[in-house]
């Protein structure tokens, strides 16, 4: 499709006037996120809107929801898909399906989105939440990694905050940014029909690397919403230590698309009194009269 040059400028000068308040200090916000908070549901690390504008959200789940019928197409045909009946698919279903509702709030379009739920038999050991609120689940997740109630509530939460915060369309917006400085024409604007790139643009949301930043986020996020649909927060630690102990070797295993260290663990530790609270409150108890969570033991007020 031809785009005449007008246009291009066009697009051209007004990402650079919305991008030039932003990049000096784009970096050290990166590095230093500021405190959580959440004025009007909502959180900001960094400036990500700017570059979050740059596509569409209309256009990133209409593109999500094409990559996510393939992904169960492709399941179907290799029969690795399983049936609505299994015992695993309706576990990871009743669980998500207790958290979408605190979820909302996060995202307003998340009200409209069509939410599915679907497992895939396999050794990986990953899941993903698309844009749109297309989940999709590898059993080796949670067979390999002999996952509980709480570390699936955990894992959920976590993968659903990333898409309500739209983190992939903020990061595929900063790839739409670097296109237009070199002079190209980004894909995802709407002037290309090439499925080759349709093809990449899929490739790209379900293998998304994420900022420590965008794990901090949907840590916070993950963790209120699955404690407000009563599941432990203690067991997002237990949860992301075994999935750093399966996958640390893999060169691009999940927890390379997920960065974990020492810091993220201190921070799911740090805002475990804020949390606490929350999943009391769901399950009908004070916090001094839950039990210990395996490997977590007590919870104390302090939070130490």
Not at 25 to 45: L, V
Not at 94 to 106: G, Q, S, T
Not at 176 to 200: E, I, K, T
Request: aromatic share 8%; glycine share 6%.
């Amino acid at each position: 499709m031809t785009v005449s040059f007008k246009l291009r400028a066009l697009v051209c000068a007004w990402t650079w006037a919305s991008l030039a308040p932003f990049s000096a200090h784009a970096q050290d916000e990166q590095k230093t996120p500021p405190p959580y908070s959440a004025p009007n549901n909502q959180i900001r690390f960094g400036n990500t809107a700017l570059f979050r504008n740059l596509i569409p959200p209309a256009t990133l789940e209409a593109q999500s929801a094409e990559e996510y019928a393939q992904v169960i197409l492709d399941a179907e045909r290799a029969k690795t898909l399983l049936p609505d009946t299994n015992p695993l698919v309706k576990r990871v279903r009743d669980i998500a399906n207790h958290e979408i509702p605190f979820a909302l709030k996060w995202n307003d379009r998340a009200k409209s989105w069509k939410w599915e739920i679907n497992v895939i038999k396999s050794p990986e050991e990953r899941m993903v939440c698309l844009p749109g609120g297309k989940i999709v689940v590898y059993s080796g997740l949670i067979e390999k990694l002999h996952l509980n109630d709480n570390e699936i509530g955990m894992m959920i939460g976590h993968e659903i905050a990333h898409a309500l915060r739209e983190h992939a369309r903020e990061r595929l917006g900063r790839q739409q940014a670097a296109q237009l400085s070199a002079g190209g024409m980004p894909q995802l604007f709407g002037f290309s029909n090439y499925p080759s790139q349709q093809s990449d643009i899929g490739d790209e949301l379900l293998s998304m690397r994420y900022s420590p930043a965008d794990e901090t986020e949907a840590d916070v996020i993950g963790s209120e919403i699955a404690s407000r649909a009563g599941y432990d927060p203690r067991a997002a630690v237990t949860l992301w230590n075994k999935i750093d102990t399966a996958t640390r070797r893999a060169d691009v295993g999940f927890i390379w698309l997920h960065p974990y260290g020492p810091d993220r663990r201190q921070d799911l530790l740090k805002r475990m009194p804020d949390m606490m609270p929350l999943y009391a409150k769901a399950v009908g108890k004070t916090i001094d009269q839950l039990s210990n969570y395996a490997g977590m033991g007590r919870f104390k007020k302090s939070g130490r």
